[in-house]
């Protein structure tokens, strides 16, 4: 192209020589001219296929640029599925974590169970042989025979004596009190009414009933009485303390007295609760009080360390409110419950805080709760719970809390505990009314006699 625009240049200095010096019309100017048209066409030429080539080279970096955007948008894709699959790796991880400390529980309790099988309970041994006695012991019967003659003989002496004293009256006396007439007795004035309050026993909600007559008209049956604890255990020393449930303010009699009546009262409603419905190992059990003060968190403590006792996989949670709740007594410093789980934030493993001693898990009540609806806590919650079981949920006080009416909702069963001489008719009513329709799922009632 250089070398055409030089010949371009020179063919027009020589053609405005000639012009200026031999005219327009000389025939040497002429051939000049075409030199000059010759020189433009071959530059014409030679910038069209430049142009040619540049095309060719555009479309080529198009082509590349465009393979270039499809393998970055291929490896992003990459990154993507890499990263999700690294989240699943970790929730699995966590996962196996959560069911090696199940297995390690399950172990260990068998292994105790083996030891306990292989220890010889019987400490009888044999000191002598036995030998007929060579004469009787105690009082023989000549001896009896003797003291009730001088007993028969006494009681004669007592009769003859009173007969002889009060049995013998003066015949005139005798005839005397005979004529007398017998005077008729007046008839006794009417008792005047007394004064006070009348008590109007059959007004409904008024007068406190019994309660066992008080649930022979309700729908759902009697569960137990949980009797009330004289001598409660109270360990001062730590070595003795296998749970951090105890020594605290709730009671843990299947822990302290396994054998007692407390404990085989909670033994038989987890027993019961058991019976109805598929999977009875995986129910979820909603403890809910008459009122505040029925001792509804101490039921639903007890029913899941006896299954966690049991060598189920049992969890506890917290939906109950108020200073005596079960996470401001056994974990006021939890970071993560409920709210924290079904948002995402922290799995359930990372936010259940496990019991080393008896393997229960325990969800505290932390965080925005009154956020987490009822269809969260199903697939949120309870989906990913699938592998405990049963799932005890402490709701406290009947109609005081919405957490403990949205776990009513996805709730199996439900237990209302009551406290003994302490309710009426009305509550019964009020408590069926605060359930709504849940109140089908009322598996019974329990009676707290303390």
Do not use: C
Not at 99 to 121: K, N
Not at 343 to 369: M, S, Y
């Amino acid at each position: 192209m250089t070398a055409l625009r030089a010949q371009l240049g020179a063919t027009l200095a020589r053609e405005a020589d000639l012009l200026a010096s031999l005219g327009a019309r000389h025939p040497a100017l002429a051939a000049v001219q075409a030199q000059t048209r010759d020189a433009r066409r071959q530059i014409a030429d030679e910038l069209s296929r430049i142009s040619r080539s540049a095309k060719v080279e555009l479309d080529r970096a198009i082509e590349a640029e465009r393979q270039l955007s499809l393998r970055v948008e291929r490896l992003t894709a990459t990154q993507y599925a890499a990263g999700r699959a690294s989240v699943e790796l970790r929730e699995l991880e966590r996962e196996v974590e959560s069911s090696r400390v199940v297995y390690d529980a399950f172990l260990r309790r068998a292994r105790e169970t083996g030891e306990l099988a292989g220890i010889d309970t019987t400490n009888a041994r044999v000191i002598s042989a036995a030998m007929p006695p060579l004469e009787k012991s105690g009082i023989s019967r000549r001896m009896l025979a003797v003291l009730g003659g001088v007993a028969g003989g006494g009681v004669g002496v007592a009769l003859a004596l009173g007969l002889a004293l009060f049995g013998t009256l003066p015949r005139a006396v005798k005839g005397s009190l005979m004529a007398v007439p017998q005077a008729a007795s007046p008839a006794p004035p009417p008792a005047a009414p007394k004064a006070g309050w009348r008590r109007f026993v059959s007004i409904q909600g008024g007068q406190t009933e019994r309660v066992p007559d008080l649930l022979r008209t309700a729908a759902a049956p009697l569960l137990a009485n949980l009797p009330a604890v004289r001598h409660r255990r109270w360990r001062r020393d730590d070595g003795e303390v296998r749970s951090v449930f105890q020594a605290k303010t709730h009671l843990v009699d299947v822990l302290d007295k396994p054998n007692g009546g407390f404990a085989k009262a909670v033994r038989a409603v987890r027993t019961a609760l058991a019976g109805g419905g598929p999977e009875p190992d995986r129910r979820r059990i909603l403890v809910l009080g008459l009122r505040s003060d029925a001792g509804a968190s101490t039921l639903a403590l007890n029913l899941a360390l006896d299954a966690a006792l049991a060598g189920l996989p049992a969890m506890l949670v917290d939906a109950g409110a108020g200073d005596d709740s079960l996470t401001r007594v056994f974990a006021p410093e939890a970071a993560a419950g409920l709210h924290d789980i079904v948002t995402g934030r922290v799995g359930l493993v990372r936010a259940a805080l496990q019991d080393e001693g008896t393997g229960l898990f325990f969800l505290p009540r932390v965080g925005r709760v009154d956020q987490v609806p009822a269809q969260q806590i199903e697939s949120g919650f309870l989906d990913r719970a699938r592998r405990f079981g049963p799932i005890v949920i402490d709701g406290g006080a009947v109609g005081t809390d919405g957490l403990a009416q949205r776990f009513a909702e996805v709730a199996d069963d439900i237990v209302l505990v009551l406290r003994e001489g302490a309710v009426g008719q009305s509550d019964l009513a009020t408590a069926t009314a605060a359930l709504g329709d849940q109140a089908q799922k009322l598996r019974g009632f329990v009676v707290n006699e303390a």
